[in-house]
């Protein structure tokens, strides 16, 4: 079992930053990956970033790259996205879930066991 738990969320105008943090507890291991979701009312849940812990490697969506940055505290066990440069498209509530996997990690939400209540994000014009 893996307990998720997400913070930093908030209201900004856009342009402006916000930080979530993921903090994760329970069976953490090396093949876990942990990803960050989004979904606004109406829509499907969309991948926005992933933290692969077995080689520490980060992928990010083309919606978000270059303005979104992971970075992880392994003494605290939580993840964090640096969100920068925020569009009022990015209006949604923010999941962290995670998977352990044996290979690659995916980003379709349905692959992921675990995911916390979610933080939401407002970004207005």
């Known amino acids: 079992q893996v307990q998720l738990v997400e913070s930093g969320g908030g209201s900004v105008q856009a342009g402006g930053s916000l930080r979530l943090s993921c903090a994760a507890a329970g069976a953490i291991s090396s093949r876990t990956c942990v990803s960050w979701f989004r979904q606004a009312p109406g829509t499907e849940r969309e991948w926005v970033a992933t933290y692969r812990r077995a080689d520490t490697t980060v992928s990010y969506a083309d919606s978000v790259k270059g303005r979104f940055t992971i970075s992880q505290d392994s003494a605290k066990n939580t993840l964090y996205l640096q969100m920068d440069s925020l569009k009022p498209e990015g209006t949604a509530t923010y999941y962290c879930?995670?998977?352990?996997?044996?290979?690659?990690?995916?980003?379709?939400?349905?692959?992921?066991?675990?995911w916390g209540q979610g933080t939401q994000v407002t970004v207005s014009s």
């Open positions: 879930e995670a998977a352990v996997v044996w290979g690659p990690c995916g980003t379709l939400a349905p692959l992921y066991a675990y």
